[in-house]
């Protein structure tokens, strides 16, 4: 069924009040679909369908919805209710949820929760959020060395009828330090008598509790797992990020990858009202707008080769546009490469050169190309003018796009400062500089 | 222990031909440990780390290299010892390869294989690429619904010795059409008596065969799956697609986003050669020097208006960069924005008009900003020209940045197309027809 006859028909079931069925229909539904079908219903019919809704699904439901629909679900929950509801929650997007509360009401609904949800929570809520203590669950499942495999699986399988995802039984010490870890397929295969300490897997693979979430997302990756162990800094079992968060981690960093690459300010996206969208967009354009001003006035200097040869004009865009594009091209190859590349220095010596190189064959490519235009197009003196012009600008334009986000993230500056944009603005100034400098240094040949 | 360490021990091992302690060592290790080692070893040692690794190992290992790599071990095994380590690699990542070598070497190493692991790859290397089928694996388990939970259990631990990533069991009927599925979490709680037909989900949901793999990986985000059914026009169960394979496709799909919106070019990284990176790059380069050479003609139709007030052209790059910067940024969020929204008419028409206010409330802001700039610089009748240009320029660049890649799409052609250079250099049009355009009208005031 799609979403618009599911959406009728909940309508429906609504205004009937015929609850039964529509807990029958919700039965059937996943977590996504459920938020969907809450997302397509108007408005005035939001607090029935929470009304209507048990409380599992309306727990699967939150975590489901974007932070702005979160808080309207609350708010018209009430905070007895929501109390109930964050209770069964899972913890991590739980404390995702609670971090966008204000304070006071933040205060409530932690004294309305159980005492024992409310501190873990608070605990998860103190790392800081793009951690891997930042986006762990401590929703797994521990056990000792000395436990049977029979043993283990009961405890599986009580942990198994609240929680959905336990892949990994994590074995600790006395000290709650991480010895092992057992899957689930191991403890399938194994027999029921053998101890824990004989099958589990000794070298595990754990992330420290302040480890960046893209590091985190990285070793997830690299390995196929589907959850790894966050410990802290004594080897303690603190809690596990499962496969499905690191999802959300890759989309995360591609989206500010290209937030980087474009200038486009921090969270636009379809939703965000037009007046919000201009604010966190206009700082960068007010910037480019002077810089690009700076450009005007390397024109101002050249005022007097400019009257003499009004015709080098027609190719300022060109040479300006060219310089921008190598450039923006060489940036999105830095940014991305910086993503899966380790950012020593050999390696970022040998991409400098390899820049360099590219940069001379597509000068001398697009060089020669546009010598013969100009040429055919004005004069030789021309062609040569617009020409050499461009074979440097291209290079510098190349080096420009590679060094500037390189040397900005060496110096620990944040490199969304080397958007796309900006080395397009920058390498304007420079194009200007070359094809002025080189026409007025010629001058005597073109007019 | 690091790579250095290790990669110390293991050549001391070779060299003395310690085949058991290197294959203890080994045993620790997980297959992308082992690949780093791989890497780091030197190549003249490549041969005997080959023939001292037991063939599991040599499966995982080739799982984990690049293309270039594993042809260079597949090479070095020779197609009689290949051929057998193919028969018991992944079926999705076999075929992965199989696409990489040469027709007549292709065929030599398919006659070599196990005939049923033969016909299964050839099977699976019929699948586009890019598509459900093209990154399944048929390694999964199906049961039919008047099974016991006991006898699913048998099967799946049966199946669980040879496999890893088995989360699901498909229970499928006597035409082999999908009708269910049960998790192994179901079937931990439940009790062994019990009918599979009772316990299963009857709503599974799937992917169809041709379905493209960013939808697939969108399903597995959006209902935070591990694996997804695969089935033909008939819901005829036909393989399954993995989290893992998933995580791979976002990461591509990011990468591609980036080549998209800064025309680099496919397939650039940090190890691309020079020159095969500047043959990638080049077409598009040529392309917008073509652009931006019609740019250069348009001023040379106003080269009467430019003769008379070199001044206007001070503030060409400005006017001209900032349209293309705010093209650029609206692209970024189009292009990523089509990624997790649905692209349907309502959607669209109010995205449109979200940045047609952007355009207006930004353009307003620059203008005024720019109108005082060079009512200062120059005079005011200037300031008006440049600062209603900038206005129309901006309203104009920011639409054209939000509907040129919306069109591409709608109309079945890749939007690709509609880079940020591209954006770029045809917003330089507009905002030179714009500004000139004005410029023109009022040119009495100008003089």
Known sequence: MDTNKLTVLTIRYLKEAQK???QEMIEELHPYDIAELYRALPEKHHYKFLSFLPKANIADLI??????MQLEVLQKLGIERSSKIMDIMENDDLADLLSEISEDNLAEYLSAMEQEESRTVQQLMSYPPETAGGIMTNEFVWIRDYYTVRDAVEKFKSFAEFTRNIYYLYVIDEN???????SYRDMLIADGSEMIRDIMFNRVISAPIDMDQEEVAQMIERYDFLAVPVVDENNVLKGIVTVDDVIDVFIEEAREDIEKLSASGKDIDFNTPAFVASYRRLPWLILLLFIGLLSGSILDSFENTLEQVVALIFFMPMIAGMTG???????????????TNDN????VLKLI???????????????ALVFLIATLWQSVAFGIVVGVSLVATLIIGTMAGTTIPIILSR??????????PLITTINDIFSLLIY??????LMQFLI
Chains 1, 2 share one sequence.
């Open 353 to 367: 050169w390899r820049e360099f190189k590219v940069g001379i064959i597509i000068g001398i490519v697009c060089g």
């Open 344 to 347: 020593d220095r050999k390696t």
């Open 20 to 22: 039964t069925a529509f």
């Open 436 to 441: 002025f400098g080189i026409a007025t240094a």
């Open 325 to 339: 594009n190598t450039g923006t091209q060489s940036l999105a190859v830095v940014v991305r490469g910086l993503v």
């Open 176 to 182: 709650k330090k991480l010895v092992g870890v057992v």
């Open 63 to 68: 975590m489901e919805l974007d932070s702005d």
């Open 411 to 420: 110096v620990g500056l944040d490199p969304a400062v080397a958007s796309g």
